[in-house]
């Protein structure tokens, strides 16, 4: 079973946006890509703070236990989602940050970029930074198409936002397809050895 | 660790707000409530025809299996999500529904509030109907404070709705309260016997 998960955490403030991020890429590989997806987030007394979390399990058969283990892809929108998230990332997982706000990073598996700059810069809304990072992960996360998620965002935002949304998650990802993925060190670690971690 | 888990599901059609309500009603209860929440959305083949769930598990303890078991409270918008998702419905559960579209009902604990004709009568707006169901959930959830609801759902809404969210809510309330809980018949059913089924 465990080999066919692939898990992605996504950890940012509350004003962030993370869960709306994990709803539109749950309903992207679930509704729209025909996979099984579950999609969590959990709250307790650590969920304080200036962070929050949203969770994606994606699997070609059904998922008996809908959190993650281990992460193949962390997208930290801050410094503290960054901080208290990480824990059980995988040894070659991708590690995506927003570089507006994030200066310690605890792997060289990282690509970061500046989501919440690009809003800024290019939108005068820092609101739609969780689209740039969205067209981001688009491209970088294999479990998805990118003419999926770009629906499921667009099915989900309100219609007047449409045009200012497809727009921040078209910024994205042409930063991301800036990126080469190759360049990125691996570590040695053997997969088993990677999942007794 | 079970008897300390209070369940909740809420089905409904994809343009319900099936999701919104069920983060709404975990931040009420995780964020303002300080209870340990797990808010879960599964999508796979089944997730077709008019039909999506989200559920709300809840514990006073930290919770190891973040997804319904067995349902305590089981909030129903439309006819196909009822059919569909009501098979692990406790015995001594309870059935909430919209009865402006459910007719067929599996359970004599039940509360049939016309949600949707509450919305459109009352808001000129069907879109609001979750706000309606909302509103009545906090009245006949025990989880879950009627003003920690309301400040969870003000904080979610975009801002320019929320005259209009709230009053829907406090319509949802009123409506609930009318309703006289302690009338409904309970199944000769012991707790333990319960948990088997």
Redesign the interface.
């Known amino acids: 079973m465990k080999e066919n998960r692939y898990e992605i955490r996504i950890g940012g403030s509350g004003g962030q946006g993370v869960?709306l991020m994990a709803?539109i890429l749950?309903?992207a590989?679930?509704?729209y890509g025909?996979q099984?997806?579950?999609?969590?987030?959990?709250?307790?007394?650590e969920?304080r703070g200036g962070k929050s979390k949203a969770e994606v399990v994606v699997s070609g058969t059904?998922?008996d236990?809908?959190?993650v283990i281990q992460m193949d892809l962390f997208l930290a929108m801050n410094q503290p989602s960054l901080d208290a998230y990480f824990y059980d990332f995988k040894p070659n997982g991708l590690l995506l940050v927003d570089s507006t706000f994030v200066e310690q990073i605890p792997t060289s598996r990282v690509i970061a970029i500046p989501f919440t700059r690009i809003a800024r810069q290019e939108f005068k809304q820092e609101m739609v930074a969780n689209m740039v990072a969205l067209g981001a992960l688009g491209h970088l996360c294999p479990q998805v198409r990118v003419e999926h998620l770009r629906e499921a965002l667009l099915a989900r935002v309100?219609p007047h936002t449409r045009a200012l949304n497809g727009d921040a998650f078209a910024a994205g990802l042409a930063a991301a397809q800036g990126v080469d993925l190759a360049a990125l060190p691996h570590s040695i670690v053997s997969e088993e050895q990677g999942d007794e971690v």
Chains 1, 2 share one sequence.
């Open positions: 869960i709803v749950a309903e590989v679930g509704v025909g099984f997806v579950c999609q969590t987030q959990s709250y307790g007394p969920a059904e998922i236990y809908p959190k309100p």
